[in-house]
């Protein structure tokens, strides 16, 4: 019996509960899922979104008894096909993506958008475009302070994060 990955598509937000039922008719299944940092109620959340909604794959050989019973299990609507075949997908494409999601969920931050209090911080757009400030704060989550020398003054200024870059020292 050789095994294969199948792709299963599942009824809408029911992955889990198809992966779950597979898991009770001893079907091994994968449903890749990736960490991503989302805006919820005005705070920042690490929260894990699929990578491919509504489809799981799963590995299984297609002379398995359990593999007519798949369509059925509650939660999976039916196989992929391309015409009459179903789809399957090499063992080499489910490493890589089971990789791609281990890595990811890693969360590595970018070290570029963490800026520290003293950071000298170019402006890339708007009226002060090209200048150069120094990062003083936070200002919400899509803004941060500068303070900008203008008219030989100091002044706290409000700037989008999307319109700053670290100036390498």
């Not at 992966?19 to 299944?29: A, M």
């Not at 909604?53 to 096909?81: M, Q, W």
């Not at 969920?105 to 002060?128: C, H, M, R, T, W």
């Amino acid at each position: 019996m050789s095994l294969q990955w199948f792709v299963v598509y599942c009824k809408s937000r029911e992955e889990l509960r198809a992966q779950r039922n597979l898991e009770n008719q001893g079907v091994y299944s994968f449903f890749p899922k990736i960490c991503k940092e989302k805006i919820l109620r005005s705070k920042k959340k690490v929260v894990e979104e699929p990578l491919f909604p509504s489809y799981l794959f799963v590995n299984i050989s297609k002379n398995d008894e359990k593999f007519s019973a798949i369509r059925s299990t509650r939660g999976i609507n039916n196989f992929v096909k391309f015409g009459l075949s179903i789809a399957t997908i090499p063992d080499q494409q489910i490493k890589k993506i089971e990789q791609l999601c281990h890595v990811n969920n890693k969360l590595a931050v970018n070290s570029e958008d963490v800026y520290q209090n003293g950071d000298k911080i170019e402006i890339l757009s708007g009226p002060f475009k090209g200048l150069t400030a120094i990062f003083n704060i936070e200002d919400g989550l899509e803004r941060s302070m500068l303070l900008l020398k203008i008219l030989n003054q100091d002044n706290n200024i409000s700037f989008k994060n999307s319109a700053l870059k670290k100036v390498e020292s």
